[in-house]
């Protein structure tokens, strides 16, 4: 079956360490996504690829990195200048048309030790 | 700039009851709107999208939405809702230009079922 695949589904921080949260998707889309969410918050956009080897800022972009070297892959790190890393991670992938919803993957919690 | 509003942060229904979500939006444009299901812990399911035409648009599980221009909103609606539907649920708008920048989602609304 076709989807998106995010992983740890749990991961921990310590200060001052950069971590990597995966994101897969074999639905052949072009356009991928990472969003945060905080309780009541909804979701608010980090970084957005329409393209491989190219991204661009999304909202909150400031603590966080990612790349596209690969069609199928978009990693975000969330590095050490982040200072308040904890929240729930959701990575989306589409076809890039305008007509088309995004699809979800089952998010990463990420927690500060 | 698009954004969305959901004016309830809880609502809570009987089970058997009819369920009314509301959203309101601002976009200066046509807007592309979705309703969006999440359960704890999961990731969002897509209940119905809007495009175009027709203003009232079916969905999955048996879930409505009607796009109302003059009041730039567009309310999930439910007949009679199931123990099954208690979740958190996100109104979403996306950039008629391709939505390629991503969705601006509502904070969402919490449903609590009642037995």
């Known amino acids: 079956d076709g989807g998106i695949t995010q992983s740890p589904k749990y991961l921990f921080r310590k200060e001052g360490q950069n971590v990597t949260l995966s994101c897969e998707q074999n639905l052949n889309h072009d356009a991928m996504y990472w969003y945060r969410q905080d309780p009541g918050q909804g979701l608010r956009l980090i970084y957005y690829s329409q393209i491989v080897n190219d991204f661009q800022k999304g909202d909150i972009a400031e603590g966080y990195s990612v790349s596209r070297e690969k069609k199928e892959s978009f990693p975000l790190t969330v590095t050490s200048a982040q200072k308040n890393p904890t929240a729930f991670y959701l990575c989306?992938?589409?076809?890039?048309?305008?007509?088309?919803?995004?699809?979800f993957g089952d998010g990463t919690r990420l927690s500060i030790l | 700039a698009q954004s969305v509003t959901q004016p309830d942060i809880h609502i809570t229904v009987s089970e058997g009851a009819s369920l009314e979500l509301r959203c309101n939006y601002s976009y200066g444009a046509t807007p592309y709107l979705f309703w969006y299901v999440q359960s704890p812990g999961q990731g969002l399911q897509l209940l119905l999208k809007?495009?175009?035409?027709?203003?009232l648009v079916q969905g999955i599980k048996g879930f409505e939405a009607e796009f109302k221009r003059s009041q730039s909103s567009f309310n999930l609606r439910k007949p009679s809702v199931h123990w099954s539907d208690a979740a958190e649920y996100f109104c979403a708008v996306g950039a008629v230009r391709g939505g390629a920048d991503g969705l601006t989602f509502g904070k969402g609304t919490h449903l609590i079922i009642q037995p």
């Open positions: 989306a992938s589409t076809t890039g048309m305008g007509n088309q919803p995004q699809h």
């Open positions: 809007y495009f175009s035409g027709d203003t």
